[in-house]
Structures are given as C-alpha cells and as structure tokens.
C-alpha cells in the first residue's frame, strides 16, 4: 500500500534577502491574481513597473534585518514543523512543505508525491483563517497541477482551523507567559485583506460590508469572511485568557497600496492608544501560524517605533505557534481529522 501524502503549505519567502531575490519572490506573490485582484493589464503595471522595482529594494532592507544563518524565520519554522509531524505521524504519511511562492515549491512537492505513488493527498495550508489571497491561491494552484494528472488520487484540501481548541491554547499560553506584567491593553492584530476581497468571498452577496456586526460575528452566511474568522480566533483567545471585551481591541496590519483594507488598521489604533495614554502593549498575530516578517519586523521594530514616537513605551509581541510541540499536537489533530 502506498503512504498518504500530506502537503503543508505557509505562504513563502524569498530565497535570500538579495534585492533580485526579493523582487522575484513579489514578482511571482503579487501576480497571482488572488493577491492583487484587479484586471491583468493593471495588475502588470501596477506590480511590474511600480511594487517590484520600487518596494524590492525596500524590502530587501527589512528582510535582512529578519534573516539570521540559517536563513527565513518563515522557512525555518516550516521545516521544524516538517521534521517534527513526520515523526508524529510515522511510515504510513509522506509529508512534504511547500510555499506558495517561491521555494519549496508546490510543483515539486506534487511530483514527489506522483514518483512515490501517494494513495491520497491533503492539502493543509498554514493559514487557520480562510482567505481567497492566501488558502484559496494554495487550492486553486494544487487543482490545477493536480488536473493535469492521468492518474488523480484521492484528494482534499483543509479549509481553515481558525477555531482549533489546541491551536488556540498555544496562541493564549504563550501571551500567558507575559501576563505576570502590567499591559495597558491587548492587540489581535490580524494580517489584512483588501475590503474588495471581502465582499468577493461574501457567498450571500448581501452579508459582508453591508450587515450590522457584519465581519464581526460568524455566521452561516458568512462562513468564508476572513474578518469574522479572525474576530472568531481572538474572541476564543480571549476567552481562554479570561480578557473583558474592553481590555483587547481586535485590528488589521500589513496594508498594501491605497484602496481600502479591512479596518480598523492596527497603526491607528496605535494612535488611538498612545492619545488616550497606554504605554505598553501586548500584540498576538493569530494569522500567522509562524513568527515571520509581519511579525517579527512589523509589530516588533516598525509599530514599536511608531508607538514610541506617539508617546507609548513598548509592545511586546507574543510569539507565534513556530515549532511549540503543543502546536505539533494540534497540527496532528487538524490533518488527522480536518
Ligand atoms: C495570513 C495570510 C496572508 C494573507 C491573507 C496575505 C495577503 C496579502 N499580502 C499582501 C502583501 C504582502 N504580504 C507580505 C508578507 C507576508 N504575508 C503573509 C501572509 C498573508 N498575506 C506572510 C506570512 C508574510 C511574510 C512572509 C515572510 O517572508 O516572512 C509581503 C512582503 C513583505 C513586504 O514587502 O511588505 C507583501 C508585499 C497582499 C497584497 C495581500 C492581499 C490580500
Ligand atoms: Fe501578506
Ligand atoms: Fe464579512
């Protein structure tokens, strides 16, 4: 009997913090037509001759600040992750990783799975919550290679896991960890979609943007909205850390271009805070399974400059899921029964 192959897939990174490698790896992310979902003319344009050429170098900056000697923090935590649920799950799985963009890729990852002859394939993407930009592109672009195949084993695809009892224990013990400390207030900052993206994934038509508490509260009929996923994830966080509503506030980093991204965005919340007078801040990003650039870079250097400038003190970034073995338990429980 073959093995079942299972493909774990994070987003991806660049291969070095170079500048042409940082432009290749927007390049292929900001293509995607998922990511910058506009039409293809503009979308050339707008990533091609403006993003790549301009942000590349830029990035590049930031990503250098992140790499250490073994390289991505995004691609190191993936492999740890990698190494410890094959050993978890034992002889009868295959497990690969890959990233969406970039390397290890998906293309490579499926053809092993074809050359060892896998009984089955499961896709899981490293995103608890479901976005078309992220868990879609990953679903989208496995169907396609997939297709192509004479033979099509079993497949499927995990949705999201925004909800995962374990998952969201190890998001709240690790902010424990900091709660002997006196913090003025607590963030769920969320990485950000644009709100076109939102109402696109709107399956109703008539929920997402339009409806009181909409993207606030999950429902059936907005069982897609990576908002109300999100507010769903902080909301059990919270209840596991026994947090009154007034003590978090739940935002959106990471925005990209000037159209409007999901609100409220982390950075004027910042604002908002440091006029009313906190000082210290604790932040979780439950978006993101591994600590990564937006985290490590964003909440912990960049937001923390700018909350220092507005008079604040510190924000304390809690680390995300990495390769805490509780993590690699709940992992376990979602390929296992997702
Ligand atoms: C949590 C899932 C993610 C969604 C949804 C997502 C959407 C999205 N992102 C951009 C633009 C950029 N994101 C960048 C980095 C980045 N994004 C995610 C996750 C999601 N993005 C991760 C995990 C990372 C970090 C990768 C790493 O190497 O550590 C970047 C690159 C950095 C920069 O230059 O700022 C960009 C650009 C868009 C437009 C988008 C659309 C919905
Ligand atoms: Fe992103
Ligand atoms: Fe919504």
Same mark, same amino acid.
């Given at each position: ?16 913090? #170079? ?34 050429? *301009?942000?590349? =170098? ?53 053809? !092993? @799975? ?11 993407? $490293? @995103? ?5 930009? /992220? ?11 997939? #297709? ?5 084993? =079993?497949? /499927? *695809? ?45 399956? #109703? ?29 902080? !909301? ?18 990471? !925005? ?31 978006? @993101?399974?591994?600590?990564? $650039? ?6 912990? *250097?960049?937001?923390?400059?700018? @909350? ?8 304390? $970034? ?17 390929? $296992?029964?997702?």
């Amino acid at each position: 009997m073959g093995k079942k192959g299972i493909l774990l897939v994070n987003l991806g990174t660049p291969d070095s913090p #170079s500048t042409a490698d940082v432009r290749k790896y927007l390049d292929e992310f900001l293509m995607d037509e998922r990511v910058i979902d506009i039409n293809a003319i503009g979308r050339t344009l707008l990533v091609k001759g403006i993003i790549v050429p *301009f942000r590349g =170098p830029k990035s590049a900056k930031i990503y250098k600040e992140i790499w250490t000697d073994a390289g991505s923090p995004l691609l190191i935590n993936g492999n740890k992750v990698h190494e410890e649920i094959t050993k978890k799950l034992g002889d009868d799985y295959m497990v690969e990783l890959a990233m969406r963009y970039q390397t290890p890729s998906i293309p490579d990852a499926l053809e !092993r @799975f074809k050359q060892a002859k896998v009984d089955s394939i499961k896709v899981v993407p $490293l @995103f608890p919550q479901y976005a078309s930009a /992220s868990t879609g592109s990953v679903h989208q672009l496995v169907m396609e290679i997939v #297709s192509k195949w004479q033979a099509i084993p =079993p497949i /499927s *695809f995990v949705n999201s896991y925004y909800d995962h009892p374990g998952m969201i224990k190890v998001f709240a013990d690790n902010a424990r960890k900091h709660l002997d400390q006196k913090w003025d207030h607590i963030l769920f900052s969320f990485h950000g979609i644009p709100q076109r993206q939102m109402r696109k994934a709107d399956v #109703s038509g008539e929920h997402c943007l339009k409806v009181e508490n909409c993207c606030s509260v999950l429902t059936e009929n907005n069982k897609y909205c990576y908002s109300a996923q999100c507010h769903q994830t902080a !909301r059990l966080i919270s209840d596991e850390l026994g947090l009154k509503k007034e003590d978090f506030t739940i935002c959106y980093q990471s !925005r990209l271009g000037n159209d409007p991204w999901m609100k409220p965005y982390t950075s004027d919340i910042l604002k908002e805070l440091a006029a009313k007078g906190a000082k210290r801040l604790l932040v979780l990003c439950p978006a @993101f399974v591994s600590d990564c $650039l937006e985290t490590l870079y964003e909440i912990s *250097f960049e937001y923390q400059e700018e @909350f220092v400038e507005l008079g604040g003190e510190k924000i304390q $970034l809690v680390e995300s899921l990495n390769d805490n073995p509780a993590w690699i338990d709940a992992l376990e429980d979602i390929i $296992l029964n997702k």
